[in-house]
């Protein structure tokens, strides 16, 4: 594996719910530098957190409210037709589902880390997101598996 | 200080109840509470439904102690902010939440050393009686693990293969 060096920076797009999620996220951010990020979250409130990086909300949304969860997908499919990112990477939840589902189908290398709060076992998105993961993260070292999840670190 | 927060998510009236007692009991005028859209009105203790997030971290920096649900978003940061904190597991069967994740990470945290727990809220007074003994599990930095950076690094820029 060797590292691309082209001048064109990466476009990132960093994708998660609110609360934990969020914050989970923005641990990852010296993973990012160099890159050209785009946070996409529920809260408006977290703008102020990312400093100069775009910043799109979108409906925070459950796999409890498929109304909602419907637009959710439609807002996530606009922000992802609009950036095109070269990666897309999630913390979770439904929100991250659906950005890596879709980014995958563009062709974007997908990224997956399992919320550390799934201790017993991996959250239902990240359990199905499996296949459409690039690198398909787990948290807790026990929870790794021959054919992913796989453990490589923690956020903390 | 104490800081009493429930997340952004969900009330949680079964742990607030309990500490607005225990401040009544003990007559306490130090606490502060962030308490969600609870049908539980705290008599006692100082509280706002909502917080934004910078006075969400401030408070947490400036508190003796964080009183919390078991979510990651406040754990981590008062790890963060290495602030001491005591959690309280949100239960499924009792509606707080929809499967008992945080029972699990509030055990797992606890074994590493990390916070204190209160399992429910008979446990949770006679924690609060010594809340002032408590320590911070030592401070984490602000961003994830070397290694799961590095990995993240490795993927994002490889090369086509």
């Known amino acids: ?156 | 200080m104490i800081f009493v927060t429930v997340g952004h998510q969900m009330p949680f009236d079964r742990m607030v109840r309990a500490v607005d007692q225990w401040a009544a009991a003990h007559n306490r005028d130090d606490v502060f509470a962030q308490i969600g859209a609870a049908k539980y009105v705290p008599k006692r203790i100082q509280w706002s439904a909502t917080i934004d997030p910078s006075e969400f971290s401030q408070r947490i920096a400036d508190a003796d102690v964080v009183v919390a649900h078991a979510g990651m978003g406040t754990i981590l940061t008062a790890f963060e902010l290495g602030t001491p904190i005591l959690v309280m597991p949100r239960r499924a069967a009792l509606h707080e939440t929809r499967n008992d994740h945080q029972v699990a990470t509030a055990q797992r945290f606890f074994e590493m050393g990390r916070l204190a727990v209160a399992m429910d809220e008979h446990e949770l007074p006679e924690m609060l009686d010594h809340v002032s003994n408590l320590t911070a599990g030592g401070v984490i930095s602000s961003s994830a693990s070397p290694e799961l950076i590095q990995a993240l690094v490795s993927y994002i820029h490889q090369t086509d293969q």
């Open chain 1, 1 to 156: 594996m060797s590292v691309d060096r082209s001048s064109r920076s990466k476009k990132i797009l960093a994708v998660a719910s609110g609360g934990g999620h969020w914050v989970q996220l923005r641990r990852l951010a010296p993973a990012f530098d160099g890159c050209d990020v785009t946070y996409v979250t529920v809260e408006r409130s977290y703008r102020d957190q990312v400093g100069n990086a775009k910043f799109r909300v979108v409906l925070d949304a459950t796999r409890w409210n498929k109304f909602k969860l419907l637009l959710m997908l439609f807002q996530i499919a606009w922000i992802m037709i609009w950036v095109r990112p070269d990666v897309v990477v999630s913390t979770g939840a439904a929100s991250g589902f659906f950005a890596l589902r879709l980014g995958k189908l563009l062709g974007a290398r997908t990224i997956w880390i399992d919320s550390i709060a799934n201790i017993e076992e991996m959250s239902m998105s990240g359990q199905k997101i499996g296949p459409h993961a690039g690198l398909w993260l787990t948290q807790w070292p026990h929870l790794a598996k021959v054919g992913g999840p796989e453990y490589k670190g923690a956020v903390l």
